[in-house]
Each structure stands twice: as C-alpha cells, then as structure tokens.
C-alpha cells in the first residue's frame, strides 16, 4: 500500500478528548511529515521530523503532539486545545537530501478526524 | 511570508482537450516544483516534478513548464481522460535547514466524457 500506512482511516472525537494518529512507513525515509487538509486551503504542515528522536513545528502546530521514538514510525496526537480539529490528516516521508537534491513526498492514505 | 497561489480553483474540460493549471510563488529561492494529484478519497500522488535548473518537463500526456523570473509555474495536460478527473495541487520547495514546501490550494479539475 505505496509504503507507508495511515491508521484508522476515519477516527470520531469527542470534545475535550486526545487521539492519536498513527504513520508507519517501511521506505527507509528519514523524514516523515503531518499534514492538515482543508477544503480550498491546500496542505499545511503541522509538524515534521528529518531523524529519530527530533521533530519541529510547521505552521499550525498549537494544539498537536507528535513524537519519533522510530524511523518507521511518527504518531500525531490531536490534543484537547486544538479547538477546530475535523479535517483530513495526511502524513507523508521522504529521502535525507544528503545531496541537496530535493524529490517528493509519498503520502499515507488519509485519516478523516470528525469531533462529534 | 511564502505563498503558492493556483489558478483556477475548478476547471471542466471536455474529454480530449488540454488543460492548464498555473501557479505563482513568492519565494525566489524556491527551486524544486513538484505536482501532485489527489483523486477524490484517495492520498496525494507526486506525478511530475521540475527543478529550477530547467524550464520545461514532459512525460506522456503531461508537461510542466517553469518561468524563474516570472515566478510561474505550469501544469499543461494534453488529451484529457475522464481519469484525469482529480485535484491537482502545486508546491514549491526551498532546501533549507529542512525542505520547506509550499502548496497550493488545488485545483479541481474535472474531465466531462
């Protein structure tokens, strides 16, 4: 399934409660990204990790949580603070550019949050 | 701050005719285009790609074309198929301490047999 493995696919949140969002991906990329996707707005990051054990915030990081403990793996959790959080989550992983040669992203397959 | 706008938001093409979508960005440092195409419930897939060491990409029924000065970027495909029926988005890259990309909002394109 293209190499890397979003799970579940949809996910209902209660208010005031934490979830998490799973990526795996066993393509050997060192770095792996969180992605929100709205209609009419594109993607935008939220956080991105190029090595184990180090992560950054992209643009719209308040209220998510991630951690990479592994390569293969880059949990997104949506915490209770995110105050708009139905939207389509996306992760995505890609090679090091250790040449300073950029290539593109493959994305996981989706998770559809919707707060009820 | 850095923006990638895209233009039309949706476009309707009869099958067989040529579509384009075109992008602006504001970063001239931004030196790798990708494209990639959303079919609907489905992940995002890079289908062609143009670095800003060349101005013009084709593979089969698509091309990309890149104007550095301008600032522009093209998606151009030729003898649409009702297949070709997605959301395409544009993004631009910047290689800094991480590859920064840029998207763009999509465009919504939809092929009428």
């Known amino acids: 399934d293209g190499g890397i493995t979003q799970s579940p696919k949809y996910l209902f949140r209660k208010e005031g409660q934490n979830v998490t969002l799973s990526c795996e991906q066993n393509?050997?990329?060192?770095?792996m990204y969180w992605y929100r996707q709205d209609p009419g707005q594109g993607l935008r990051l939220i956080y991105y990790?190029?090595?184990?054990?180090?992560?950054q915030k992209g643009d719209i990081a308040e209220g998510y949580s991630v951690s990479r403990e592994k390569k293969e793996s880059f949990p997104l959790t949506v915490t209770s603070a995110q105050k708009n959080p139905t939207a389509f989550y996306l992760c995505?992983?890609?090679?090091?550019?250790?040449?300073?040669?950029?290539?593109?992203?493959?994305f996981g397959s989706g998770t559809r949050l919707t707060v009820v | 701050g850095e923006n990638v706008e895209q233009h039309p938001s949706t476009l309707s093409v009869q099958e067989g005719d040529s579509a384009v979508i075109k992008c602006t960005y504001s970063?001239?440092?931004?030196?790798?285009f990708p494209w990639y195409k959303q079919e609907l419930g489905k992940r995002p897939q890079l289908i062609i790609d143009?670095?800003?060491?060349?101005g013009e990409k084709k593979d089969q029924r698509i091309a990309v074309t890149l104007n550095k000065t301008a600032k522009h970027f093209s998606l151009h495909i030729t003898e649409t198929q009702p297949e070709d029926s997605a959301v395409y988005f544009c993004?631009?890259?910047?290689?800094?301490?991480?590859?920064?990309?840029?998207f763009g909002p999509g465009t919504s394109l939809s092929v009428i047999p």
């Open positions: 995505a992983s890609k090679r090091a550019n250790r040449d300073r040669d950029l290539n593109g992203y493959t």
């Open positions: 393509l050997n990329h060192d770095a």
């Open positions: 990790s190029q090595i184990v054990n180090d992560f």
């Open positions: 970063d001239s440092a931004s030196n790798y």
């Open positions: 143009i670095r800003s060491n060349v």
């Open positions: 993004a631009a890259s910047i290689k800094t301490s991480y590859d920064k990309v840029i």
